[in-house]
């Protein structure tokens, strides 16, 4: 509501000056020399060099960019397609950033040289083939072989080889959190449909599917390093994205159907926070941490906890008011720490059993339900003895 209020002043203070502008030309109307209201050569000559600082604030606007905005770069991959995702990036990012600059300046370039000039007129002609035929097949094959590159490697991360070894995650996005299910012992996800959500199944397993019994939901993910990773996507309500940017990874979770993306991470948690990229990265970060901490101290508040490295899934589609909050901690380690971590996981079936077992507190059993019960079983034994 601020931010329109905001706009609508903006907008009326340039309404405002527009109209102080009319009043002051009216106001020099015949001490002006040329008030024709057509452009004369002083004008065409000033907005000619104006095309020029345009161009200048263009370039400037871009190193400005690069030298602030150039550490975002997420740098070095985590995982084994990670290096193709960058490098198909990076070429399209090249020529893109080459294209620009050079029609950029040959546009703002030409407007200045045939800027109007007095007796000139401009040259007419409807078409011109070999023109057209130039500004033409340059796009087309420089598009057509980024698109065919880019098919290919697209091609090349998708494939899953169906003999592969490989291990079989579930993510299941739901407003506004995430959860994961390990396929457990059989490396088989069991069914699952939103309509088996109840209680502690909270991502909806068929537990009526044997496959299911040994599934395990988990509250952060453990990825071994060097091991093929399957996931499949399922979305509970709207529409969701997993994002892995470490890994290059992202894939939509669509309600109502399956979605999947695979890949090897190739370097652990640790390896991560070691490399001399995200050491600076995090120095960066817990630089101004400290300095919003000192404010926070200053008004008795706690201060901020220093910022440590963790791979992350993500959201990236907006899907709500707490979009921004979807997140779900990674954690890639050696093979054997993984199992370690797997194993101390509760299957679904064990975690369904559990909240299903009716809860006897011996504390809470009163002498007059103790009481009862001793009745009760009287009276079937007195039945069972009649029945004889
Ligand atoms: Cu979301």
Redesign the pocket.
């Known amino acids: 509501m601020n931010g329109l209020l905001i706009l609508l002043i903006i907008v009326l203070l340039g309404v405002a000056a527009w109209q102080l502008s009319k009043i002051f030309s009216l106001t020099q109307l015949g001490t002006k020399r040329d008030d024709s209201g057509v452009a004369n050569d002083r004008d065409n000559n000033i907005n000619g060099y104006l095309m020029f600082a345009f161009v200048a604030f263009i370039y400037i606007v871009t190193i400005l960019s690069f030298i602030k905005c150039g550490s975002f770069v997420l740098d070095t991959p985590a995982s084994e397609h990670g290096k193709e995702v960058d490098s198909l990036m990076n070429i399209s990012m090249v020529i893109i950033f080459i294209v620009q600059t050079l029609t950029q300046f040959l546009l703002h370039y030409f407007a200045f040289k045939y800027r109007g000039k007095e007796g000139q007129k401009a040259l007419y002609f409807a078409d011109n083939n070999k023109l057209e035929a130039i500004w033409t097949i340059i796009p087309v094959i420089v598009l057509a072989v980024l698109i065919l590159y880019g098919l290919y490697t697209w091609n090349q991360i998708m494939y899953v080889d169906e003999d592969e070894e490989v291990i079989n995650v579930e993510l299941y ?4 959190a995430w959860e994961a299910r390990y396929s457990g012992e059989d490396n088989t996800l069991g069914k699952a449909n939103v309509r088996y959500i109840k209680d502690v199944n909270t991502v909806g397993v068929d537990m009526s599917d044997p496959a299911s019994q040994d599934d395990k939901v988990v509250a952060e993910i453990h990825l071994p390093v060097g091991k093929k990773i399957h996931f499949r996507m399922r ?1 509970q309500d ?4 997993a994002y892995m940017p470490h890994f290059r990874a992202q894939m939509n ?1 669509v309600p109502g159907m399956v979605t999947e993306f695979a890949f090897i991470p190739t370097l652990t948690t640790a390896e991560m926070r070691g490399t001399t990229m995200m050491m600076k990265k995090v120095n960066g970060i817990n630089k101004i941490r400290a300095k919003k901490s000192q404010a926070l101290i200053a008004e008795g508040k706690p201060a901020l906890e220093p910022y440590t490295f963790d791979y992350l899934l993500l ?6 008011a707490s ?1 921004y909050n ?1 997140q779900l901690k990674i954690v890639v380690e050696s093979e054997a720490d993984y199992k370690k971590w797997l194993a101390s996981q509760k299957t679904i079936a064990d975690a369904v059993k559990e909240a299903n077992a009716p809860k006897v507190d011996p504390a809470a059993v009163t002498p007059e339900a103790a009481a009862t019960v001793v009745v009760d079983s009287t009276k079937k034994v007195a039945e069972v003895v009649a029945k004889k």
């Open positions: 996005a739901k407003q506004f979305s709207v529409l969701h994205s979770c959201c990236n589609k907006i899907c709500g979009h979807m």
